[in-house]
Nanobody, 122 residues
Framework: VQLQASGGGLVQAGDSLTLSCTASRRFFSSNALGWFRQAPGKEREFVSAINWGDGRIRYADFVKGRFTISKDSTKNMVHLQMNSLTPEDTAVYYC????????????????WGQGTLVTVSS
């Protein structure tokens, strides 16, 4: 399976952006889709994840209610709605896939998309 992340771009602080992740095959109910990000010079970190079947969701603490993850079963896509963006949100955002619950650990995900760049200017 291959993942494709899209929706990144250049925005100003306070703006919103929605990222999308799709796959080369249908997601299974046992799959979890995660969003991670990697800022320049920093390690990749967990942002959010959702279980495709039961919709269980996890968020990183820094999201603080600004981001919303959702799934579109009709289009086989997962979205990450990001509001109130700050320059600290500037990073390459990756979607990733695993079999199982929506965990926070990078090592739990075995399929990764190519990433989409989000740049937030001040």
């Amino acid at each position: 399976v291959q993942l494709q992340a899209s929706g990144g771009g250049l925005v100003q602080a306070g703006d919103s952006l929605t990222l999308s992740c799709t796959a080369s095959r249908r997601f299974f109910s046992s799959n979890a889709l995660g969003w991670f990000r990697q800022a320049p010079g920093k390690e990749r970190e967990f942002v959010s994840a959702i279980n495709w079947g039961d919709g269980r969701i996890r968020y990183a603490d820094f999201v603080k209610g600004r981001f919303t993850i959702s799934k579109d079963s009709t289009k086989n896509m997962v979205h990450l709605q990001m509001n109130s963006l700050t320059p600290e949100d500037t990073a390459v955002y990756y979607c990733a896939l695993r079999a199982g619950s929506p965990t926070r650990s990078i090592d739990d995900y075995n399929v990764w998309g190519q990433g989409t760049l989000v740049t937030v200017s001040s």
